[in-house]
C-alpha cells in the first residue's frame, strides 16, 4: 500500500488525508499543534468545494451544520442594495460553515492513528523511492511522498524553494462569529457593504447566527494589539443595520493582515509536493481559499491513485491545478484592489458601475468559477 505523509492538519491537510484514505491510500498527517483545531471564523463552501465533500461523503453532515446560501448582494453603508446577485441553481449546495465544524467532519473520514500532534516539521531528505521527514524533536518518518499543507509561510516550501515572504496587500481583516434574530437580514442571503477603504461582509451560517468579516486599509501592524472592538466601533458603528448589533454580539474577534504570494511557477520537487496555501495563498476576497485546497485535496488523491509512480502522480496533479490557482489567486487580489478605494471619486463611480452592471454578467462570472469538477 503507497504511503503518504502530510505536512499540516488544518483543512487542506486533513481533506488531503481523507481523500486519500477513501481511495486506498495510506496517509498520515503530522501536525506541530498539541490538538486540532481551526482558528478563524466562518467560511465559503461553494458548490466547487461543495461537491468535493459529497465526492467524500460528508456533504450532508456538513450541511446539517450550516447555512444554504441562495443570493448575494451587494450594499452600499447606508443599506441600499446595489447589486442582488443570485447564487443559481447547481447540483450542490451553496453553504456558509464554522472552519471548526467542517474540520470535525473531515476528521470523522479518518482512523484516530492516522493524525499525529504534536509533531513539528524540521527538514526533508529525498532518495529515489522514499521521503525521510525530520521533526523537531528527532523522530524520522519514512513515506513514499510528502504533502506540505502547511500554510502561507510553509518550512516545506522554504526547504524547497527558498523562503518566499508573504506580501502585505494594505489592509486588515476582523472575523467573527455572532447570534441575530432581527429582521435585517433575511434568510439565505449573503452580503458585503462597500465603504471608504472598508468592507463589511454577513454570512448565513445557520440556526441564528453569522459569521461576519470587515477589512480596513491600515499600515502593517501586529494584528490583534489594539483595542478591536472599539476600532470596529469608530469604523462601522454608523453602517446599516445588522452591523452594529452583529459587532457588539460578537465575544471573540479574530484579526489577520491581508497576505498573499504571486503565483508560484512549480510546486513539486521529487515526491513531495504542495497543497492549499502552501502551494497559492491568495487574499479572502473569493471566498475561495478554504475551497481551494478541498479542490486540490481530491484531485490529489485520484492522481495517486491512478498514476503508475508517485512522481508522475505528483506532476499531474501540479499540472491540472496550478492554471485554476493561479487565476483564482489574481481574480481574488483584484477584487480585493477594488473593494478597498478609498478615494472618494473612485468610490462614488464603483457605486454607479455596480448600480447599473447587470446581474446576469456577475452571475456568469461566477458560475465559470463554482462550476468546477474535479
Known sequence: MRNVGIIGGGIGGVAAAAALHRLGIRATVYERAPRLEEVGAG????????????????????????????????????????????????????????????????????????????????RLEQSKSKVQVHFADGCVEEHDAVIAADGIRSRVRAQLFGISEPI????????????????AIRRGDNSETWGHGSRFGILDIG??????????????????KDDQLGELRRRFGGWHEPIPALIEATESILENGAYDLPPLPRWT???????????????????QGGCMALEDALV?????????????????????????????????LLMGHIGQWQNRAAVSGRRVVTSFLPAALFEHNLRRVYSYET
Open 43 to 122: 467560511m465559503m463552501l461553494w458548490p466547487n468545494a461543495t461537491r468535493v465533500l459529497r465526492e467524500l461523503g460528508l456533504l450532508e453532515r456538513v450541511a446539517r451544520n450550516s447555512g444554504r446560501n441562495t443570493h448575494f448582494l451587494v450594499r452600499a453603508s447606508s443599506g441600499k442594495v446595489l447589486m442582488n446577485i443570485a447564487l443559481g441553481e447547481f447540483d450542490v449546495p451553496a453553504l456558509c460553515t464554522r472552519r471548526s465544524d467542517l474540520l470535525a467532519a473531515l476528521l470523522s473520514a479518518l482512523p484516530p492513528e492516522r493524525i499525529r500532534l504534536g509533531r513539528e516539521f524540521s
Open 269 to 287: 520537487v521529487g515526491r513531495v509536493t504542495l497543497l492549499g496555501d502552501a502551494a497559492h495563498p491568495c487574499t479572502p476576497n473569493l471566498g
Open 207 to 224: 440556526q441564528g447566527r453569522y459569521t461576519w468579516y470587515a477589512t480596513a486599509n491600515v499600515p502593517q501592524r501586529a494584528a490583534g
Open 300 to 332: 490529489l488523491a485520484k492522481c495517486v491513485a491512478r498514476e503508475s509512480s508517485m512522481e508522475s502522480a505528483l506532476r499531474r496533479y501540479e499540472r491540472l491545478r496550478r492554471r485554476r490557482t493561479g487565476h483564482i489567486q489574481q481574480r481574488s
Open 168 to 183: 502585505y496587500r494594505g489592509y486588515t481583516v476582523w472575523r467573527g462569529v455572532a447570534s441575530y434574530d432581527g429582521t
